[in-house]
């Protein structure tokens, strides 16, 4: 299914090489302000054109059919449609016969019967983050004050290191060594996504089944190269004892001196900062040969995967994720 939520209900459609990518919104609350210049700045940190990411740069300029009236929200479902004209579709015919390492060619054939859209990887594409980010944006406005913050904290295994002169929005010299290597090799690098959220009042969420962890895991996994999420101190727990993990509290407001549960206890809020991390795995459409199976030939032969992709698309994700949480905070508060 491509529909998630509840009180807050996205759903998002298209391909990647296709007219238009988009999504659809219902449950947004009425007399919101909302124009297209609301959504730049966050669309603008997931574009590509820097060190490690595609060359293939589109407007990703929103088009508003509906939803919308004199620059605020109706209460009406909110669509968003959003043009792909910067598309090479020959650079993908031959996946068929030759599925692509790490991708989803094989996979998609057999759940489709070899009817979905190859081109850019189609529906699977991270082109439909686009969609995404776009309903985060609308989400965040339904949250404040509520504030949400990812970073890159670590990429292709080299972890960022603050310094007195650094910002976030600068690289490590170090990252851009691996890029550069990375990109000469033809091959790709994952990384690690911190997400913080502010704000947050106690007593979201239900135990087990809507849990703000699973809430917020499903969204995350539903992020193209997603493969792990973790909460608060997430595996490092398993290497710590009771009195090591424990948050005391230490005021009447639920206020912790640690945080090692992630703002999170019983799956449910505990009014602390929501920290959670979520691990990016390296781009799997890379130029360097590989092997992988002809199914014309009926044997594995050396492959070359052309086209443009991201080295890193860890790169891009960070304002995925805050959109995400932000979808999943929307379903829980309202």
């Known amino acids: 299914m491509n529909i998630f939520g509840e009180k807050y209900r996205i759903s998002i459609f298209g391909e990647s090489h296709g007219p238009y990518v988009g999504v659809t919104l219902d449950g947004v609350k009425a007399g919101i302000p909302l124009n297209k210049r609301d959504f730049s700045y966050d669309l603008s940190r997931r574009k590509s054109g820097g060190l490690g990411t595609t060359p293939r740069i589109e407007s990703d300029a929103p088009e508003i059919i509906s939803g ?4 605020f929200t109706t209460g009406a479902p909110v669509t968003l449609l959003f043009a792909n004209s910067n598309t090479h579709s020959r650079d993908y015919s031959l996946f068929r016969d030759t599925p692509r390492p790490g991708q989803a060619d094989f996979a998609a054939g057999k759940r489709f019967n070899n009817f979905n859209d190859l081109r850019g990887g189609g529906h699977f594409s991270g082109r439909l983050t686009l969609a995404l980010v776009a309903a985060g944006v609308i989400a965040k406005k339904m949250i404040e004050p509520v504030q949400i913050s990812a970073k890159l904290i670590s990429l292709g295994g080299i972890k960022r290191v603050k310094t007195a002169d650094d910002n976030d929005a600068s690289m490590p010299e170090d990252w851009r060594n691996i890029l550069k290597a990375s990109i000469k090799e ?45 909460f608060g101190a997430g595996f490092k727990s398993a290497n710590l004892k009771g009195f090591e993990n424990n948050d005391c509290i230490s005021d009447s407001t639920g206020k912790t001196i640690t945080n090692n549960a992630g703002g999170i206890n019983g799956g449910i809020t505990n009014g602390n900062p ?37 080295v890193c698309i860890a790169l891009r994700v960070p304002v995925i994720v805050e959109s995400v949480m932000a ?7 309202n």
């Open 327 to 333: 979808i999943t905070l929307v379903n829980l508060m």
């Open 68 to 71: 919308v009236f004199n620059d």
């Open 274 to 310: 929501i920290v959670c991390r979520v691990a990016v795995k390296p781009t799997s459409s890379i130029s360097k040969k590989q092997l992988t199976y002809n199914f014309k030939t009926n044997k594995m032969e050396e492959f070359s995967i052309p086209g443009r992709h991201d």
């Open 186 to 230: 033809g091959d790709s690098l994952g990384g690690i996504i911190e997400c913080t959220c502010n704000g947050v009042p106690a007593g979201l969420g239900d135990p087990f089944f809507n849990s703000v962890e699973s809430l917020a895991a499903h969204l995350f996994f539903s992020i193209p190269a997603v493969k792990g999420v973790e």
